[in-house]
T-cell receptor, first 116, second 111 residues
């Protein structure tokens, strides 16, 4: 158990819908990262938040958005869902947000999204 | 349409042998590299990391080697055990803000 929690574990929805995925980082971690893992594209970095502020964006679609709240939990919002959005969505947390020896990322168990 | 999955490189080793997993990274500006292990149905798990000012780092049974000249990273696992069977990913980062993962290598340990 990494200490990172994600809800829900599974989500099945239809095309065109909107969903929200939730992540609670490990106690004391200030950074949250979101990743998408699909069969055809592997693990893709989406976005990084540090202490409530967006720090970096990766391959995140405009239909997707995220935020980190004052209590440091984060939500990933996916809208106008398409079949190709079906994937595992992971969040990870780390103590800080830079490349120091303490910045190990701890991954949550993931949310499996299925778009029908 | 038909779903096409990634074709993961595979490595099979005998229990007790050493394993070497290789990774080529793409960005010469990357300064931080990490190896992760992902077991079926679980999230990636940190194994070891290395910064670009080093060329070798050792952990418990694992060693990471970094060759910046050819942008190559390797993970060596000593005395491989059945519990090491998993998919291994390397990741590169610039200053720990964005992370880019390789496609992964599937390691199977034969008892």
């Amino acid at each position: 158990d990494s200490g990172v929690t994600q809800t829900p574990k599974h989500l099945i929805t239809a095309t065109g819908q909107r969903v929200t995925l939730r992540c609670s980082p490990r106690s004391g971690d200030l950074s949250v990262y979101w990743y998408q893992q699909s069969l055809d594209q592997g693990l893709q970095f989406l976005i990084h938040y540090y202490n409530g502020e967006e720090r970096a964006k990766g391959n995140i679609l405009e239909r997707f958005s995220a935020q980190q709240f004052p209590d440091l939990h984060s939500e990933l919002n996916l809208s106008s869902l398409e079949l190709g959005d079906s994937a595992l969505y992971f969040c990870a947390s780390s103590v800080a947000g830079g490349a120091t020896s303490t910045d190990t990322q701890y991954f949550g168990p993931g949310t499996r999204l299925t778009v029908l | 349409g038909e779903s096409v999955g990634l074709h993961l490189p595979t490595l099979s080793v005998q229990e007790g042998d050493n394993s070497i997993i290789n990774c080529a990274y793409s960005n010469s500006a990357s300064d931080y590299f990490i190896w992760y292990k992902q077991e079926s149905g679980k999230g990636p798990q940190f194994i070891i990391d290395i910064r670009s000012n080093m060329d070798k780092r050792q952990g418990q049974r694992v060693t990471v080697l970094l060759n910046k000249t050819v942008k190559h990273l390797s993970l060596q696992i000593a005395a491989t055990q059945p519990g090491d069977s998993a998919v291994y990913f390397c990741a590169e980062s610039i200053s720990g803000n964005q992370f880019y993962f390789g496609t992964g290598t599937s390691l199977t340990v034969i008892p």
